[in-house]
DNA sequence: ATCAAGATTACCT
DNA sequence: GGTAATCTTGATA
C-alpha cells in the first residue's frame, strides 16, 4: 500500500486564495520535486509570509521587476531568488493576479530521497542523528537539498516537476507564530508560521 | 556606470 | 556571541 497517494495534488484554487490563511495551511502539507526521475520529498514545517502592498521586506513592495515578476501572477507558481551571492530561496506564489504576495519555505522535514539530499547537502557524507536536521532546516539548505534553482523560477505547481500533496490541516495548538528572520524592515508583522517543536524548523 | 544591500550559511572564538 | 563569503539585483547618476 502506498503510504502517499500521489494523485491528491494541490490544485489551483489553494493557492489563490488570501495569503495568511495559505501560509498556515501550508503547514503539514508534502512538498514533492522530481529529481532525474527519483520523488525527493518532505513535509512543510516552517514558511514565512510576504505582502507586497503593505509589507516593506516583500520583494514586490517598490512594484514590478524583472526578478518579481511571478509573484505578480496568479497563486500556484514557484519564485526562486538567489542571494547573498550563494543561496536560493523558494517561495509558493498566492493570491489572485496582480497581487504580490508569496510565502518563503523555510524548513521542511526529509520523507523521502535521502540520500539524495544528503549528497546534494554534504557531497554524500552522512551526518549524525544529531545533525540530520541540519538538512533542511533553512531556506537556503531546503534549495540545495532539493537542488533547486534559477531553472526553477517560475514552475506552475499544479503541473508535475514540483508540486504539493494535499494533507490535513495542523491542529491551531500545534503552530506557533512569530515574527519573521533575517529581514530589517517590517520587522514586527506576526508573519512566520512554523509547527511547535519540529527540529526542521530553522534557528535564528 | 557604479554601488550598497540582501527573505543566508558556515565557521570562528 | 560575531562575521566573512560572494554575486545578483535594483536604485541612483
Known amino acids: 500500500m502506498e503510504l502517499i497517494n500521489s494523485d491528491n495534488k494541490l490544485k489551483r484554487e489553494f493557492y489563490t486564495r488570501d495569503l495568511l490563511l495559505v501560509a498556515r495551511e ?12 527519483e520523488k525527493l520529498r518532505g513535509r512543510i514545517v516552517e514558511v514565512e509570509a510576504y505582502d507586497g502592498d503593505i509589507d516593506e521586506a ?16 496568479e497563486g500556484g507558481y514557484l519564485y526562486v531568488y538567489f542571494t547573498y551571492g550563494a543561496h536560493y530561496c523558494c517561495n509558493v506564489v498566492t493570491g489572485i493576479k496582480g497581487k504580490g504576495t508569496a510565502i518563503l519555505i523555510r524548513g521542511i522535514e526529509p520523507l523521502d530521497g535521502l540520500s539524495t539530499m544528503i549528497k546534494n547537502r554534504f557531497d554524500g557524507r552522512l551526518p549524525g542523528e544529531k545533525d540530520m536536521h541540519n538538512l533542511t532546516n533553512g531556506p537556503g539548505k531546503i534549495c540545495q537539498a532539493f537542488s533547486i534553482s534559477r531553472e526553477h523560477y517560475g514552475i506552475d505547481l499544479t503541473g508535475n516537476k514540483i508540486y504539493l500533496l494535499e494533507q490535513p490541516n495542523i491542529k491551531t495548538e500545534l503552530i506557533k507564530v512569530s515574527k519573521r528572520i533575517g529581514i530589517k524592515k517590517s520587522v514586527d508583522l506576526p508573519w512566520r508560521f512554523y509547527i511547535k517543536d519540529n527540529p526542521y524548523v530553522s534557528k535564528r
Open 58 to 73: 516583500a520583494h514586490t513592495f517598490r512594484g514590478l521587476t524583472k526578478r518579481n515578476e511571478i509573484m505578480f501572477n
Open 26 to 37: 501550508l503547514l503539514g502539507k508534502i512538498f514533492v520535486k522530481e529529481h532525474d526521475g
